[in-house]
């Protein structure tokens, strides 16, 4: 079982560029995220979805944006890479959204360690 | 203030000591707590859930909940270096999709 896979691992891109992180989950998870994790702070979602076609903004929207296709993928995309985007990038995926019993258990991926310069 | 507040360490003990990591917060409508271990280079892996207050014990790790002083608590019993990583608290009001992390705690156990 692959589980949720982020490409790529490792990125560098110069201000002003764009880029796409791509997600794929396995597991027929409904609900997939993403977060990123900056140095001494938690992880802080960026978007979110509940199933295809359907996409919500978390807490830091800003600078990015998601589409949600198929139930397996979720690419999360840069248009203006700033500085302040520099961070480790963590998609990942639950059966259900809500905590209730365990139901919203997150599979991570691996992360995608990005920085602008 | 922080909603979820952690020690980010690093946490440095002898192999085979009791490990004790912490978390405080200041929403009340919390109820769901878990704890997530991130190995370095890696995505975090859920270790330990637990719903509103009280213990949960699974082999060598018992999650605590104390809602009345809003803190939560992750012990390692007989600790290895295998559990060297970081450690995430976090948290949710159950009714929402939405997990509130602390910035982690970093272990490391000295053989």
């Known amino acids: 079982n692959a589980g949720v896979t982020q490409t790529p691992k490792f990125r560098i891109l110069k201000i002003g560029q764009s880029m796409t992180l791509q997600c794929a989950q396995d597991?027929?998870?409904?609900?997939m995220y993403w977060y990123r994790q900056d140095p001494g702070m938690g992880l802080k979602l960026i978007y979110y979805?509940?199933?295809?076609?359907?996409?919500d903004k978390g807490e830091v929207p800003n600078g990015y944006n998601v589409s949600r296709s198929t139930t397996e993928d979720f690419p999360l995309r840069l248009e203006l890479a700033a500085p302040s985007q520099t961070s480790v990038y963590f998609c990942?995926?639950?059966?259900?959204?809500?905590?209730?019993?365990?139901?919203?258990?997150?599979?991570f991926g691996a992360g995608s360690r990005l920085t602008v310069l | 203030q922080k909603e979820v507040e952690q020690d980010p360490g690093p946490l440095s003990v002898p192999e085979g000591a009791i490990v004790s990591l912490n978390c405080t917060y200041s929403?009340?409508?919390?109820?769901?707590f878990m704890w997530y271990r991130q190995y370095s280079r890696k995505g975090p892996e859920l270790l330990m859930y637990?719903?509103?207050?009280g213990n949960k014990e699974d082999g060598r790790f018992t999650a605590q909940v104390d809602k009345s002083s809003k803190y939560i608590s992750l012990f390692i019993r007989d600790s290895q270096p295998s559990d060297s990583a970081t450690y995430l608290c976090?948290?949710?009001?159950?009714?929402?999709?939405?997990?509130?992390f602390g910035s982690g705690t970093r272990l490391l156990v000295r053989p």
């Open positions: 979805s509940v199933g295809a076609g359907i996409t």
């Open positions: 990942a995926s639950s059966r259900q959204g809500k905590v209730e019993a365990g139901a919203n258990v997150l599979t």
């Open positions: 637990t719903y509103s207050s």
């Open positions: 929403n009340s409508a919390f109820q769901y």
């Open positions: 976090a948290m949710s009001e159950g009714s929402s999709y939405k997990l509130i």
């Open positions: 597991m027929n998870h409904n609900y």
